[in-house]
Nanobody
Framework: EVQLVESGGGLVQAGGSLRLSCAASGFSFAYYNIAWFRQAPGKEREGISCINSSDRSVHYTDSVKGRFTISADNAKNTVYLQMNNLKPEDRAVYYC?????????????????WGQGTQVTVSS
């Protein structure tokens, strides 16, 4: 059974850091791709970062570039998102998503399976 479990969210002050984890099971990183998404209150879910497990190339949306870092541990089937210099506008539920059609970052519209999400709240 395919499963994604996010963890690491919480409440942090502006300028602080959090590290999110997405533990995957039931499939191999070699065949599918995982990315990080977030959904702020009243907004649509947006893709913010993805990583190619084969060559470790990464993509970030402009709003998180220079502050967030995605990484993957293939042996643990886990993808991480290190979030530094957090801002109040980063407040959202963060999800990892699974693209079962590609093993690389093919575009955020391809992801169709989600974890339960983890809440990130940033106080000003």
């Amino acid at each position: 059974e395919v499963q994604l479990v996010e963890s690491g969210g919480g409440l942090v002050q502006a300028g602080g850091s959090l590290r999110l984890s997405c533990a995957a099971s039931g499939f191999s990183f070699a065949y599918y791709n995982i990315a990080w998404f977030r959904q702020a209150p009243g907004k649509e879910r947006e893709g913010i970062s993805c990583i190619n497990s084969s060559d470790r190339s990464v993509h970030y949306t402009d709003s998180v570039k220079g502050r967030f870092t995605i990484s993957a541990d293939n042996a643990k089937n886990t993808v991480y998102l290190q979030m530094n210099n957090l801002k109040p506008e980063d407040r959202a539920v963060y999800y990892c998503g699974l693209d079962r059609g590609h093993y690389y970052c093919a575009g955020y519209g391809w992801y169709d399976y989600w974890g339960q999400g983890t809440q990130v709240t940033v106080s000003s």
